[in-house]
């Protein structure tokens, strides 16, 4: 579940927030996959690898794109297990809060 604000009439916000942390590193990692994925796509679809592994066409480049993505990804993916979460219900919105600040950004 995600956050949830509440905007009350005396114009004050309240935030109900009831992630769970695990939950939240496990969607963070799919997002982080998808998009890794797509980047991977973009610059390199499915033909364009088809054809490098066939020797069509420089092979080279193109694992290079591959490879600097997936490392990318690999690199975000540990920092996602690096977060940990004490337990404490008082810290669980910033363990889930540092999960998410983890995003996709071109290599």
């Known amino acids: ?3 949830t604000y509440l905007h009350h009439p005396d114009g ?4 109900e927030d009831d992630r769970q942390f695990d939950v939240t590193r496990s969607e963070q990692m799919q997002r982080l996959r998808e998009a890794c994925t797509a980047s ?3 610059v390199a679809p499915e033909h364009t690898q ?3 592994a066939l020797g069509i066409v420089p092979a080279q480049p193109v694992a290079d794109a591959i490879t600097l993505r997936r490392d990318h ?3 975000l993916q540990a920092q996602l ?7 404490q219900e008082s810290t669980r919105t910033a363990a ?7 995003q996709w950004s071109e290599p």
């Open 1 to 3: 579940m995600p956050k």
């Open 12 to 15: 004050t916000v309240t935030i």
């Open 40 to 42: 991977i796509l973009e």
């Open 50 to 52: 088809r054809n490098a």
């Open 73 to 75: 990804f690999h690199a």
């Open 81 to 87: 297990v690096a977060v940990v979460w004490d337990g």
């Open 96 to 102: 889930c809060d540092a999960l998410e600040d983890i």
